[in-house]
């Protein structure tokens, strides 16, 4: 409201996807970070914020009768479609649009210039919210067979690694840097999550520079320090998540994945999780399907099966669950990679750590696991989410689906999750809205660079506040579920329409059990106080 | 016919029960005229499982050496498994099943020999009478009378013995009529539109044969409900070209020159035999667990299942809207009156009458509209999914209402007084049952086997305060208005309940259930402790402001 106004055009019109009832009629503002429509039409006043950050393009349609259309698509799977009475207005419009959601330099994003009021000393204090230290305490670590280490303090073992990192006792400085020689980006293998009832570790780290016959002595030290870690189990696994093919071709570069012969006890498993590039097409066509204008039920059904999307969505879950499964019911140790051990390996094993471990079912648990595996890790959230103008082809819904996943559990899952999908729809909006500094840069050496940690705030706190409104009213406590083992069979898959249809609301439930629950639960609250009150 | 003859093998040891997500138990399996009982032997974990004879869709058997499996499938679609030693034992086992589960005179089926354990309070027979419906709609309109041209069954065999029509229309001109729809079955009051004074009606298609035969009193009887200057729609379920073939064998459908007042709309509901089909196919690929993503969702697509169910909840909305957005009188038919007539009349009850979504104003529009206006429940439920026989008239059209039903439900949680465990229910008793409600195919036969008598209702066990609290929904908020559900593919689920339910474990889904009726049950117990506080409060106050005063 404070913001300056950089353009204002009347007699706008925002169209309604579904209902083909009268189009509004109003005003549109565009300001520096934000497009804004105020309905004049509607008896209250109706507005609609679309974040310029959130803007994944901006198309001009040919004109109609009613005058010049605008059809505005959001990451977040908001689609505008406006139409405006003037030609210049709209050109206005678009080519200002086109310039605010697409900023060049890092320092454009929003979260340099959003300014809460909050105190320097509460500002620094979000950023201690989550910390990584005490989760791998939580699991008993350092110990004697895993120690935290700061040998990659200068970023010499990795730059896309944070500088503190968890490997076994047993791998000596030599074995880690030759490891790091040995792996893709040198990205070794680290300790991801330690299953503390029975030493069994989930690792990961990229694909090796194996080709078709490089060894390395180092990076076989280093899986065995990992499976010696885990004395109880006589072997470990070594999981690539990618299809066979894609793994084999990349032999060919002299990349690839572990030959059995050469490492000792291991037992090494193809998942195939596509690639970033199909997953990307993938969510194009189911787009296209959520998009489709009064579609039959059977163009609908066709179409969400010919966009993969749900195989897809399947697959990263039944990894997931084949990686908990091997840690809790074989007590084997799992290495987990796929190209670079950014994307599907963050999948993977975020979501097996879920599985295996309620705290991450928490508020607080599922903020450090998205610290811990997406961006401590090195996730290339600035790439895969497009937050500046840069390469199409680096974009992809990895994180996306991560979140589906979580929203599939809860389905199966109803009281098992703190949080409800409110919280996941949260969060998944500030990964793109640039708004605060958590998921900007691509990797913790970047993140300093930009010093987020010094111009911006962390998301979380503000999460935390609004914990009253993000909570499941479901939810039995840390205790009552410990592992989950969800079905993956195909029918326990649903189409997330909260999601991708999240903005048609005419599509959704006409009255939200949600809502009703926690709003009974609130009452609840406030009838303790009067009861107490009046006991006195 | 005695029962023993049929059983052979009445006892057999040490058989093994398998079903999907338990731990497989021996015990011993019994039958009786009208039970298969499996009892584990196990003392400390004493297990039995009841199943209907009745409630048996199909069985398969198949040996391996002397062991015997018998595969039993079932109405409410569970599948299990039990193996027999011997093959004698399993034989005949499998012949007794097979025959105490097609038995082929009603008389003998169990409703006739239950003996109910339950005190009744209210006898479910006279619960919904027509009578106590016009009283409700006297109230509000005198432009209806209640007509009992019908007492003998000898105007419309598939009608009860009384039925609503306009005032103006005597029973001379409804038997004329009679004589000119299918089947008999003339117009008659469905729903009454209290909110503008809007009337829907159903019957069967009109008898115009191919020569455009009409009925002066057909027309009038029809135009009674206008009001003037007003028109009204006819929505007739089948195609257009359907429903001219239909006056080659003698039906038709009313033409404008006759009605002039009546806009009619060919809203197509698919046929029985289609929609059996289509049932058989939805069960078969949500029991094969070796499909994977795709061909899961190709045969899910392929059945075609929830297109009917998108059409029925467009078919009813459009329905709905004639009637409450447009003002207008709606009459609705297809070919006999008797399926996707009463689909659609029901479901838009649903969406316009808050009434229809309470427990008792839902068992009145079933009896209204499904039992006492004669759809065929003994055809259309004598099998179910896993039927082989190729029998045409079975098909589960009050399911698909009842998975309407579930829709609306689920974009609209808080609107309807009970919950999805009350339409499984109806599903389950409407297949297989000891109660005698859903047996016959209209009133006249129900009269003839003189089932209130003989059995006992339905709604005489389930409308006992301790059944009825499993079937209540705690978020239930009485909601006056019209509720319009959304009919985007989007919107719409399979229905977990019915097609999923022995296919997955149910324990965390029945533990968020218990989670949501403990949040409410809470809530309630604190308001009455706070109100129970606040007047022992207001009373010391007063007490001592009375003390005060002296």
């Known amino acids: ?536 | 016919m005695e029962f023993a003859e049929l059983i052979k093998t009445p006892r057999a040891d040490n058989v093994v029960l398998h079903r999907p997500f338990h731990p497989a138990v021996e015990g011993t399996l019994c039958l009786t005229g009208h039970h298969l009982i499996f009892s584990s032997r196990r003392r400390d974990n004493a297990e039995e499982l009841w199943l209907l004879h009745s409630n048996i869709d199909s069985i398969e058997k198949r040996f391996v050496g002397s062991l015997g499996t018998i595969v039993i499938k079932c109405k409410d679609l569970r599948i299990i498994q039990l193996d027999i030693p011997g093959m004698e034992e399993c034989l005949n086992i499998a012949s007794s099943i097979e025959a105490l589960s097609t038995l082929d005179s009603v008389t003998l089926m169990y409703p006739f020999f239950y003996r109910p354990m339950f005190e009744v309070l209210e006898d479910g027979w006279s619960s919904f009478l027509l009578e106590q419906e016009f009283e409700h709609l006297s109230s509000v309109t005198n432009e209806w009378r209640l007509s009992c041209v019908n007492k003998d069954f000898s105007v419309c065999p598939s009608y009860p013995p009384v039925v609503i029509v306009p005032k103006c229309i005597d029973d001379e001109a409804l038997r004329k009529v009679a004589l000119f729809r299918y089947g008999g079955r003339f117009p008659v009051l469905s729903y009454y539109h209290k909110k503008n004074g809007m009337a829907m009606l159903r019957s069967s298609q009109p008898l115009t044969g191919t020569n455009g035969r009409r009925c002066k009193e057909d027309e009038k009887l029809i135009n009674a409900t206008l009001r003037s200057g007003r028109r009204g729609f006819v929505i007739d379920t089948r195609p257009l070209n359907v429903a001219q073939q239909a006056r080659a064998k003698g039906g038709g459908f009313e033409q404008e020159v006759h009605y002039p007042q009546w806009r009619r709309i060919h809203k197509y509901i698919e046929r029985f035999n289609i929609l059996q089909e289509s049932f058989i196919k939805l069960v078969e690929a949500c029991n094969d667990q070796s499909h994977n993503m795709d061909r899961w969702l190709s045969k899910l697509e392929a059945s075609n299942w929830l297109t009917h169910i998108k059409e029925l909840l467009t078919a009813a909305c459009l329905a709905a809207q004639c009637i409450d957005r447009e003002g207008a009188s709606v009459l609705v038919h297809g070919s006999e009156g008797t399926d996707s007539t009463l689909q659609v009349t029901s479901l838009a009850q649903i969406i316009l009458d808050p009434r229809c979504r309470t427990i008792r104003g839902f068992e009145a529009l079933v009896v209204r509209e499904w039992l006492q206006a004669g759809h065929p429940f003994q055809q259309r439920c004598a099998q179910s999914a896993y039927s082989n026989s190729k029998q045409k008239w079975e098909a589960p059209v009050f399911l698909l209402f009842l998975e309407c039903v579930w829709q609306i439900h689920r974009q609209f949680p808080c609107s309807f007084e009970f919950n999805e465990h009350f339409l499984i229910l109806l599903f389950e008793h409407a297949y297989a049952s000891q109660f005698g409600t859903f047996l016959g195919n209209n009133e006249s036969e129900r009269a003839k086997l003189k089932l209130p008598q003989k059995t006992m209702s339905l709604w005489s066990w389930v409308n006992r305060p301790e059944e009825l609290s499993r079937f209540e929904n705690p978020i239930y908020e009485a909601n006056s208005l019209v509720i319009w559900p959304s009919v985007a593919p989007q919107s719409l689920q399979l229905w977990e309940g019915i097609f999923l339910r022995w296919n997955r474990p149910s324990r965390f889904l029945e533990e968020a259930e218990e989670e949501r009726i403990n949040i409410i049950k809470y809530n309630k117990e604190l308001q009455a402790k706070v109100n129970v506080l606040r007047r022992q409060l207001a009373e010391m106050e007063t007490d001592g402001e009375v003390q005060g005063e002296e």
């Open chain 1, 1 to 536: 409201s404070h913001a300056v106004l950089l353009l204002q055009v009347e007699n706008v019109k925002l169209l309604d996807r579904y209902a083909s009832r009268k189009a509004a009629s109003g005003t549109l503002y565009l300001t520096a970070t934000h497009l804004i429509y105020v309905d004049a039409s509607a008896e209250v006043r109706k507005e609609t914020w679309i974040l310029h950050h959130h803007i994944s393009s901006v198309q001009k349609l040919p004109l109609t009768t009613a005058g010049y259309p605008l059809l505005i698509h959001c990451k977040n799977f908001h689609v505008a479609h406006f139409v405006i009475g003037q030609e210049r207005d709209c050109h206005d419009v678009f080519t200002s649009l086109l310039k605010l959601s697409q900023p060049v330099k890092p320092e454009e994003l929003y979260a340099f210039s959003y300014n809460p009021k909050m105190s320097k000393e509460s500002r620094e204090m979000g950023w201690k919210l989550i910390d990584l230290k005490l989760d791998y305490q939580r699991m008993g670590i350092p110990n004697d067979c895993w120690e935290i280490t700061d040998i990659n303090k200068d970023y010499e073992v990795c730059s896309t690694y944070p500088p503190e990192i968890v490997v076994p006792r047993a791998a000596t400085k030599a074995v880690v840097m030759g490891s790091s020689r040995f792996r893709s980006r040198g990205r070794i293998p680290v300790l991801s999550y330690l299953y503390k009832e029975n030493n069994a570790a989930l690792c990961r780290c990229s694909q090796p520079l194996a080709g078709f016959s490089a060894r390395c002595l180092e990076d076989e030290q280093m899986l065995q320090a990992i499976r010696e870690a885990n004395p109880s189990c006589p072997f470990m696994y070594v999981v690539d998540t990618r299809p066979k093919l894609n793994a084999m071709a990349n032999r060919a570069a002299g990349k690839g994945y572990e030959n059995e012969d050469n490492y000792e006890n291991i037992r090494f498993k193809f998942i195939g999780i596509e690639n970033i590039h199909v997953m990307r097409s993938s969510l194009q066509k189911l787009l296209e399907v959520c998009e489709m204008k009064s579609p039959s039920m059977s163009d609908f059904l066709t179409g969400l099966e010919n966009s993969g999307w749900l195989r897809h969505i399947k697959a990263v879950m039944d990894a997931g669950v084949f990686l908990a499964k091997a840690v809790r019911e074989e007590r084997a140790s799992v290495l987990v990679h796929c190209s670079d051990g950014w994307d599907r390996t963050a999948q993977v094993c975020s979501l097996a750590s879920l599985l295996l471990d309620p705290f991450y079912r928490t508020f607080k648990g599922f903020m450090v696991l998205i610290e811990k595996e997406w961006i401590a890790m090195g996730h290339k959230f600035s790439h895969r989410c497009g937050h500046l103008d840069g390469d199409p082809k680096e974009v992809s819904p990895v994180f996306t689906q991560f979140v589906e996943c979580v929203w599939q559990l809860m389905q199966q899952f109803p009281c098992s999750f703190e949080f409800s999908e409110r919280f996941l729809l949260e969060i998944h909006d500030h990964v793109y809205s640039c708004q605060f500094g958590n998921f900007l840069g691509t990797c913790h050496r970047e993140r300093e660079e930009l010093r987020i940690f010094e111009k911006t705030h962390s998301l979380w706190p503000f999460l935390l506040q609004r914990k009253q409104e993000l909570r499941n009213p479901l939810y039995r406590g840390f205790t009552a579920y410990k592992e989950l083992q969800p079905n993956t069979l195909p029918f326990s898959f649903q189409f997330w329409c909260g999601m991708y249809n999240r903005f048609d609301k005419g599509m959704h439930p006409k009255q939200s059990v949600l809502e009703q629950l926690l709003s009974c639960l609130s009452h609840s609250v406030t009838l303790e106080d009067s009861a107490a009150q009046l006991e006195n």
